[in-house]
């Protein structure tokens, strides 16, 4: 079956440290892939954008690479700080057009002070 | 600018009865969406619409109407609600780039 991967265990981390998540993904070749930040209570928000044939994208602290081959999508967090804290969502479009996003679960990132 | 907004974001049903969750968005998206999101299973689209007048079904559409008779507005109709609808509902639009833009959250409970 098609689906996305996010690790469901919570990620815990120091403060200053660069967190890591990972969003896995089968039988979908999206032309691009998403990653948003969802805080307890409320709605998802959009963060980056990396379409198929872009490896690195970054903005302020946040990078996220793409592996076509791998099916892979890393999410760091540099410099984390505890205002980073909250759960981190990877979403992709399986077809053409982008109508059906898809969402990971979702992995729950703690930045410790 | 408020985005997208969603009303009521809260609401207790019984089972069998039928509510409306309004969606309006003022950044001139054509396209809209609903998703559901339940502890564990992350978002799941249940509508979505392309423009107005044009609506398809998403991952979990049974048990949910929709209509997009303008640009703004996308409400979602549960006709007769069960407690497996219990759920907090989510809605989106999405601008050219591809993003989506949520609202908080409609969170219904079915008794």
């Known amino acids: 079956s098609q689906k996305i991967e996010q690790n469901s265990e919570a990620l815990n981390i120091q403060e200053g440290k660069t967190a890591t998540l990972t969003c896995n993904y089968t039988?979908?070749?999206?032309?691009?892939l998403q990653w948003y930040r969802q805080d307890p209570g409320r709605g998802p928000v959009f963060l980056l954008l990396i379409r198929e044939n872009e490896k690195e994208k970054r903005k302020e602290r946040l990078k996220v690479t793409f592996d076509t081959t791998l099916k892979q999508s890393l999410f760091h967090i540099t410099a984390s700080q505890p205002a980073d804290s909250a759960t981190y969502l990877c979403?992709?479009?399986?077809?053409?057009?982008?109508?059906?996003?898809?969402f990971g679960a979702g992995t729950r990132l703690f930045v410790k002070a | 600018n408020a985005g997208v907004t969603q009303t009521p974001k809260f609401q207790v049903l019984k089972t069998g009865q039928s509510m409306t969750l309004q969606c309006a968005q003022d950044m001139n998206h054509e396209y809209m969406s609903w998703y559901r999101q339940d502890p564990g299973m992350g978002l799941r689209l249940i509508h979505y619409s392309v423009g107005a007048g044009i609506t398809d079904q998403g991952e979990v559409p049974n048990g949910y109407n929709v209509s997009r008779s303008t640009t703004e507005d996308f409400p979602l109709r549960l006709l007769l609600a069960a407690p497996s609808q219990t759920s907090v509902y989510f809605c989106?639009?999405?601008?050219?780039?591809?993003?989506?833009?949520f609202g908080e959250g409609s969170r219904l409970t079915v008794l």
């Open positions: 989106a639009s999405r601008n050219r780039h591809g993003e989506l833009f």
């Open positions: 039988n979908y070749s999206p032309a691009y």
């Open positions: 979403a992709l479009d399986p077809g053409a057009g982008g109508f059906k996003t898809i």
